[in-house]
């Protein structure tokens, strides 16, 4: 683009066009600056303080785990909650032995107007007994981490931290994601957090009862804490115990699930109060065009010579911003506790993690989806083979009050095998076999036993 164009309408129009995203754009970088910087601003503080002591332990909660059928994966997830809950429920599809949980199936003929994962839920919720204080919703391939009670509070969201999977460029996408989910430390403050995640949240019984999960919707997590959200005295507290979770193992897995995301905030949006609705519908636009600030960059770059003042005031704003990005990645190696050596290849890949990751936000937005699509899951053993970190039998045998890969850095997680060898296949199908056997004994041992 040169001066000479920039008097045709077409030029015109499309600097209106570009410098109203650009405000846009630049309104929800200093928004989410002003959440981590200032609304955050006790954070540290309140998690180690509640770290030492939760008003709630964890006999004072029940765990449900939801699936379709992935017996394989829930296993890793119920072998991995604490000892100290000995009320775990698998809400599943079809049935399926779990050891460690009580299994149910969501009866066909249960008819109600949420579906798929929100009709499990609302059948759980309606079905099951629960005399505990807090039910915790995981997914079917959540970890739980450093899970020693929950504070006081209507909702507590557990932060996450999705592990390797054997896709590189998902796994920086999810680094970008988690340093951009530094702002959820500000949701407390805020009437309306402005988004949940499902795979790690305690609500309180009570509150569930009342508010229920019977509406069709394909983001339920979020959609019920904006319901509850509109009750008086809602409380709402985030705990930093990174729980993990599975990065999607491929892009198109990843990208499928970024729309499912974005659709839903387009379906729930209204529930939010007209004070908020600016902000949220900025916050999708922009997640979804974020890579024109970088295409914008690179166009000024190319045409530095001919380029006119417009353009490269426009060139140097789309820089500025593009530093923002930067920052969401940093937030999220911080989080990871990348090794120092790493530091440089994920911070040159922000713009490749960007498009990424706004493209399923862009495809949800021009074609939205109506039905939950499940995001593809690998069993345990596979993703202890592709982790370096982990060895054979790490997530059987985690406890989930402690760390999965301890302290220290957790970079290594991105140096394992991407390719699972039919060998170590075929191991799995003994070593499963090997567990059944077991269970199907000490089942048969318990009737054989004489009652008191």
Not at 174 to 190: I, M, S, T
Request: glycine content about 8%.
């Amino acid at each position: 683009m040169n001066t000479a164009t920039l008097s045709s309408p077409l030029s015109i129009t499309l600097l209106v066009l570009l410098g109203t995203l650009f405000v846009l754009y630049a309104l929800s970088a200093l928004w989410w600056l002003y959440e981590v910087f200032v609304l955050s601003r006790n954070r540290d503080r309140d998690r180690d303080r509640d770290a030492e002591a939760f008003e709630w332990g964890l006999e004072d909660v029940q765990v449900r785990i939801l699936t379709v059928d992935g017996k394989r994966v829930v296993q890793g997830t119920v072998d991995a909650v604490p000892s100290a809950i000995d009320d775990v429920h698998v809400i599943a599809e079809a049935p399926m032995d779990v050891s460690g949980a009580t299994v149910h199936v969501v009866p066909e003929e249960f008819d109600c107007e949420a579906t798929n994962k929100g009709r499990a839920l609302e059948w759980a919720s309606r079905t099951l007994q629960c005399e505990k204080e807090y039910v915790l919703y995981l997914d079917e391939d959540t970890i739980v981490t450093d899970f020693t009670g929950v504070p006081d509070a209507d909702v507590v969201q557990f932060t996450e931290l999705p592990i390797y999977t054997g896709s590189w460029f998902t796994y920086c996408c999810e680094v970008f994601r988690v340093g951009y989910q530094f702002e959820q430390f500000g949701f407390p403050r805020l009437r309306y957090p402005l988004y949940a995640w499902g795979g790690g949240i305690a609500i309180r019984r009570d509150l569930e009862e009342r508010i229920g999960w019977d509406v069709g919707t394909v983001t339920e997590d979020t959609n019920f804490v904006w319901r509850a959200a509109r009750e008086k005295g809602f409380s709402f507290r985030v705990v930093d115990a990174r729980f993990r979770n599975q990065a999607p193992p491929t892009i198109s897995a990843m990208i499928r699930q970024r729309r499912r995301w974005i659709s839903g905030s387009l379906q729930d949006g209204g529930i939010l109060p007209l004070s908020y609705r600016p902000l949220y519908g900025t916050r999708v636009v922009v997640w979804a065009c974020s890579p024109l600030v970088l295409i914008w960059i690179l166009g000024v770059v190319v045409d530095t010579g001919t380029a006119g003042l417009p353009t490269r005031a426009f060139g140097g704003i789309s820089a500025a911003l593009a530093v923002v990005l930067v920052v969401f990645m940093w937030f999220g190696i911080r989080a990871y506790r990348l090794e120092p050596y790493l530091w440089p290849a994920f911070l040159l890949a922000t713009p490749l993690a960007v498009v990424l990751h706004a493209a399923g936000a862009a495809w949800g937005i021009v074609s939205p989806v109506s039905e939950f699509q499940v995001t593809e899951k690998i069993p345990p053993e596979t993703v202890e083979t592709v982790n370096p970190a982990l060895e054979r039998g790490d997530i059987r045998a985690h406890d989930g009050t402690e760390s999965l890969v301890g302290e220290g850095p957790q970079a290594s997680e991105t140096g394992g095998k991407v390719e699972v060898e039919v060998e170590v296949e075929r191991e799995d199908e003994v070593e499963e076999q090997e567990h059944e056997q077991k269970q199907k004994q000490e089942q048969e041992g318990d009737r054989a036993r004489p009652l008191d």
